[in-house]
Nanobody, 126 residues
Framework: QVQLVESGGSSVQAGGSLRLSCAAS????????MGWFRQAPGKKREGVAA???????TYADSVKGRFALSRDNAKNTLYLQMDGLKPEDNAMYYC????????????????????WGQGTQVTVSS
């Protein structure tokens, strides 16, 4: 069992920055793949970024060069540094995790996710 608790969501103006955190509790040797997904009102959920336990992050094209994903395995915490925020980044951001080894730890699919956080709201005003 893994519990995911997100924090760091807030309201900012376009061009601003935020840092989201996701603390995972439970089995210290899991999760394997972790990442962030987001869902804007009236839109489908989409992947933002993902990273294996000892891997390099992968990003959705829409956030490449602006967002940076990192992971502190000692603290079992995932971070998403978001710079150059745009109004289109407005969404509820969800932390996601897998408690099993996956072939593709990528934001292009949520097939690997078996645990979700409750979400943290990011609001970007123009």
């Amino acid at each position: 069992q893994v519990q995911l608790v997100e924090s760091g969501g807030s309201s900012v103006q376009a061009g601003g920055s935020l840092r989201l955190s996701c603390a995972a509790s439970g089995d210290p040797y899991r999760p394997f793949c972790m990442g962030w997904f987001r869902q804007a009102p009236g839109k489908k959920r989409e992947g933002v970024a993902a990273i294996e336990r000892y891997g390099t992050p992968t990003y959705a094209d829409s956030v490449k060069g602006r967002f940076a994903l990192s992971r502190d395995n000692a603290k079992n915490t995932l971070y998403l540094q978001m710079d150059g925020l745009k109004p289109e980044d407005n969404a509820m951001y969800y932390c996601a995790a897998s408690t099993y080894s996956v072939t593709y730890c990528t934001p292009t699919t949520d097939n690997w996710v078996n645990y979700w956080g409750q979400g943290t709201q990011v609001t970007v005003s123009s």
